[in-house]
C-alpha cells in the first residue's frame, strides 16, 4: 500500500542552523501535512499543501509540494530550542482518503 | 480554544484487564480517531468515527473496539490488555474528512501493560 518515508529518521543540529528534511512515497499524493509533536504532547498541523509546486511558509518554516507529486520537503531557518519534537509528513491514501503518516523525524538540538 | 482531551496521561495495567481510554473534543467534530503510536513505526490508525455510532475500523483494529455514544465522546477499549498493546494511544477529531480536514490531537496516553 502508499507509504511515506521520512529522512533522516533523527537529527542533531546546533542552535541557529538550518534544518532541512523530506518525505517521499513510490505513489503520487494530492495533499501534504506537515505536523510536529512536542515532548508529551500530540501532533499539532504545521503546514498544509495543496498543488504540485506549491512552497509555503509558516514564520520559520517553509515546506514544498514536489512537482513529482511524490515528495515534500520542510525547512526551517535559524533553529531555536522549542523546535525540538518530532516532524512527521502526513497524506490522504488513495483508496479510502484516510490521512496516513510517515515514521518521523525526531530533531534534537544541542545547547 | 480549540481542545481534544484524553482522560489519563499515564496508565498502568495487568494483562488481561479491561481498558477503557476516554476522549472529548469541545469542536463539535463530527469525526473522531483512535491512534497508537510506537517508535520506528510512526501513527497508524486503529478505529476512527464520522457520527454518533458510527465507527469504521483502520488499519491496526484487532485487539481493540470503539463506542462513541455521544458526538464529544470517543472511547477505546481494550477487551483484554496483552503486553503487545503497551504503546502511547493518540485521539484525534476533525471538522471533514481526509485531505481537507486539519486533525486535532490530544496530548495522549502512555499505556503500560504488565
Known amino acids: 500500500g502508499q507509504q511515506l518515508n521520512q529522512s533522516p529518521q533523527s537529527m542533531f543540529i546546533q542552535e541557529g542552523e538550518d534544518v532541512s528534511m523530506n518525505c517521499t512515497s513510490s505513489?503520487?499524493?494530492?495533499?501534504w501535512l506537515w505536523y510536529k509533536q512536542d515532548p508529551g504532547e500530540g501532533p499539532v498541523l504545521l503546514i498544509a499543501?495543496?498543488?504540485?509546486?506549491e512552497l509555503t511558509s509558516n514564520g520559520r518554516l517553509t515546506a514544498q509540494f514536489g512537482i513529482t507529486r511524490k515528495d515534500s520537503f520542510l525547512n526551517i531557518s535559524a533553529s531555536i530550542p522549542s523546535d525540538v519534537g518530532i516532524y512527521f509528513c502526513a497524506g490522504p491514501r488513495r483508496r479510502d482518503d484516510k490521512i496516513i503518516f510517515g515514521k518521523g523525524t525526531r530533531l534534537h538540538i544541542l545547547p | 480554544d480549540v481542545k481534544v482531551t484524553q482522560s489519563s496521561r499515564y496508565l498502568v495495567k495487568r494483562t488481561g484487564e479491561k481498558v477503557f481510554l476516554e476522549c472529548v473534543q469541545d469542536m463539535d467534530h463530527e469525526n473522531m480517531f483512535w491512534y497508537r503510536q510506537d517508535p520506528g513505526l510512526g501513527l497508524r490508525l486503529i478505529y476512527f468515527?464520522?457520527?454518533?455510532?458510527?465507527?469504521e475500523k483502520g488499519d491496526i483494529p484487532e485487539g481493540y473496539s470503539v463506542s462513541r455514544e455521544k458526538k464529544e465522546r470517543f472511547s477505546l477499549i481494550l477487551e483484554s490488555a496483552s503486553t503487545n498493546q503497551t504503546s502511547m494511544y493518540l485521539c484525534?477529531?476533525?471538522?471533514?474528512?481526509?485531505?481537507?480536514?486539519?486533525?486535532?490531537f490530544g496530548p495522549g496516553t502512555r499505556l503500560t501493560v504488565l
Open positions: 468515527s464520522y457520527d454518533v455510532k458510527m465507527k
Open positions: 499543501l495543496y498543488k504540485a509546486g
Open positions: 484525534a477529531s476533525s471538522f471533514r474528512q481526509g485531505a481537507a480536514g486539519e486533525q486535532f
Open positions: 505513489s503520487i499524493f494530492n495533499t
